[in-house]
């Protein structure tokens, strides 16, 4: 393949609703171009982008793909994101890499849940964006909709570029591009004077002179018009929407010469720098980001980069400030779904791929040499909250386990992994429920993990509402000297998040200073398991006030014992109670949902703080117990059709109602999961 300058890159990402037809509009832009030579099918699993067995099963995007596609003498990357919300954390990575983005939006549905999370993450990444409409061959299919669907939600900036051409029977037959001076076909469909009015006049407030020329009543030019909307676009003050139909080839040229005409180069971009930035030139100092990782099983690790500047030779062995080590690249690669395409170098602005890098993780910055100080701003990955406990299905599973876990992290930083210290589960937090689903397909088929997920134990803490006197008295004789210990002891409960405090209050002797500390120990050995559920027991406070001891029989085995047995003696005399988790929430929702994620906050026992506006969003704050909410990233896109988003952090404990005690003990101690 052909070098290309930095003027003629251009880095896409393409983003959308799942099932928008992402993966088919970037197969189709293949076969534009000539990469390929017959159209794949998502359906069948033949698509160039969608290779792995996962998304073969599952029919949808779970991973970015990046497609090489050369075009009017440019290089586009295009990185085709999955749409579905649990691969959020691809989106993130691919808009990072990108300068422009691609927003599919289906003809027959409009604007979507994950068309306004794309569009949000765009703007997050400060991308200038195209829309797309794709599926107008479909029944119901209206590009004019569709545009009104997009103006609706993001603005009046949201122009229409072309118009849908049909023949007598109704059959799409092409695009008419507004900016065309030529004499309209018949069978356009919409207003087409309106359209290019709306058109001409956006683009024309864009621009001084031109909007000169269109308030004298001069006619505009297609190049004045396409240099201005550049520009427009570029700075984000126009959104063009352009029609396709990616299974009839149908408008795919219109879309590739609109990313090569209208969609800006890499050249010149500033990017942050934890320190400073960095300017896009291929004579400056070399800065690389790796922003994705998978793991191939037939090639090892494949690292995924972004030259921010400089140029990045095979020859190099460049060094990551992070792990503090030197890598070997030999090899460096465009790629075209798994079709691993083989170059000298990568110049700043292009997007690449080095395999087998040792000690290089997603987010980390390679750079000249360990001289250089510069470190790329880490991308920012959503939050998971989505808890999942994952029970090893042999000993060879457990051992294996582990190492398996830290792989998949490595590659995916939306995966969170930690073991829980009060239940003793491994927990894998994720973004939703089907990245659970791939992350354990993958640990059986890649490293030989099999595991069951299921819901995780909720950590309660028990603590007590009232105060209670207990004694014991550990007496055992069998043979020899014998076993003899007794306590009497007072427990109280403490100021919630106090702990354990332990007295002693003996007099006379009776119980011997030597055995004060076993009672201690034994009644510490016992916090662990609360009478109630086998949970740890908390704020409360033991006082030692009496025992007896006996010369020769007594020992530290015999007053820990006799502890431990009081402590659980009085626990069940001082009103037992559960405490559980309390998670404060944060719930981004479009205003037309506020009232029934309110309603459903209810039902989870929640309780609601308040509520914020943010534009065409609100911001609803609640605490809601853990308990309610570890299933809360499904619950909440069913709820808002893929619109809301949530934050959740751990609050406080609370006390347990006393009827939802009842249930949760009778649960627990019939063997459910929680």
């Not at 099918?41 to 970015?64: F, L, N, P």
């Not at 582990?402 to 894998?428: C, S, Y």
């Amino acid at each position: 393949m052909k070098s290309y300058t930095p003027d003629r890159l251009r880095n896409v990402v393409l983003m959308g609703h799942g099932g928008a037809g992402k993966t088919t509009l970037g197969e189709a832009m293949l076969l534009a171009s000539g990469a390929i030579t017959r159209l794949g099918s998502v359906d069948d699993g033949t698509t160039v982008a969608d290779y792995d067995e996962e998304e073969h099963s599952h029919r949808y995007s779970i991973s970015t793909a990046l497609l090489t596609i050369e075009w009017d003498n440019c290089r586009i990357n295009l990185l085709d994101a999955p749409g579905y919300a649990d691969f959020e954390g691809e989106v993130v990575s691919a808009a990072r890499a990108a300068d422009a983005a691609l927003i599919a939006v289906d003809a027959s549905s409009g604007v979507q849940g994950g068309t306004e999370l794309a569009w949000e993450r765009a703007d997050e990444a400060g991308l200038p964006r195209i829309c797309v409409v794709t599926r107008l061959d479909r029944e119901n299919a209206s590009f004019e909709q569709a545009v009104a669907s997009l103006r609706e939600a993001f603005g009046k900036r949201v122009i229409p570029l072309g118009l849908p051409v049909r023949d007598p029977a109704g059959q799409l037959t092409g695009f008419y591009d507004l900016r065309s001076q030529d004499d309209p076909p018949e069978g356009i469909v919409g207003d087409l004077d309106a359209a290019r009015e709306m058109l001409v006049e956006s683009v024309a407030e864009t621009n001084d002179d031109l909007l000169v020329k269109y308030l004298d009543g001069e006619e505009l030019s297609r190049q004045e018009i396409t240099a201005a909307l550049h520009d427009a676009i570029e700075s984000g003050a126009v959104v063009s929407v352009v029609p396709t139909c990616a299974p009839l080839g149908v408008g795919v040229d219109g879309v590739l010469n609109n990313i090569v005409n209208l969609m800006p180069a890499p050249l010149g971009h500033e990017h942050p720098l934890v320190e400073g930035s960095v300017t896009t030139d291929p004579d400056g100092e070399l800065v690389v980001q790796i922003f994705k990782t998978i793991a191939d099983p037939f090639v090892g690790h494949l690292s995924f980069m972004k030259v921010l500047s400089g140029t990045l030779p095979a020859s190099l062995s460049p060094y990551n400030a992070r792990s503090r080590s030197t890598e070997r690249l030999g090899h460096l690669f465009l790629h075209r779904g798994k079709e691993q395409i083989e170059v000298d170098e990568l110049v700043a602005g292009d997007i690449g791929v080095a395999a087998k890098l040792m000690e290089t993780h997603t987010g980390d910055t390679l750079v000249a040499s360990a001289e250089q100080s510069a470190e790329a701003t880490q991308l920012p990955f959503p939050v998971p909250t989505y808890r999942t406990t994952l029970h090893p299905a042999s000993q060879d599973d457990v051992n294996k386990l582990a190492t398996a876990l830290q792989r998949l992290q490595e590659q995916d930083p939306t995966i969170h992994v930690e073991r829980d210290p009060d239940t003793g589960e491994t927990i894998m937090s994720t973004v939703g429920d089907a990245q659970v689903a791939i992350a354990t397909a993958r640990l059986a088929k890649t490293y030989g993990v099999e595991v069951t997920p299921d819901l995780p134990r909720v950590p309660y803490r028990e603590t007590i509402a009232g105060t209670a006197k207990a004694e014991y008295k550990h007496k055992k004789q069998s043979g020899g000297h014998g076993q003899y210990g007794h306590v009497v002891i007072e427990i109280a409960p403490l100021t919630r998040g106090t702990g354990f405090e332990f007295a002693e209050q003996v007099v006379g002797g009776n119980v011997p200073r030597q055995f004060i500390p076993a009672v201690e120990k034994g009644i510490n050995e016992s916090l662990p398991d609360g009478p109630l559920v086998h949970s740890p027991i908390v704020d409360l406070k033991v006082t030692l006030l009496d025992g007896s001891s006996h010369s020769v029989d007594s020992s530290e085995m015999a007053f820990k014992t006799a502890a431990s047995h009081a402590l659980k003696d009085g626990l069940l005399e001082a009103q037992p109670m559960l405490l559980e988790p309390v998670m404060r929430l944060k719930v981004h929702v479009p205003g037309d949902y506020v009232g029934d994620v309110m309603s459903d906050i209810s039902t989870k026992r929640g309780h609601v703080h308040g509520v914020e506006g943010e534009g065409r969003f609100s911001m609803i704050e609640a605490d809601v117990p853990l308990a309610e909410v570890q299933r809360y990233a499904t619950d909440l896109r069913a709820l808002t059709h893929g619109r809301g988003r949530f934050e959740l952090a751990f609050d406080r404990y609370v006390e347990v109602p006393a009827h939802v005690q009842d249930a949760i003990i009778g649960e627990l101690r019939g063997g459910g999961s929680n």
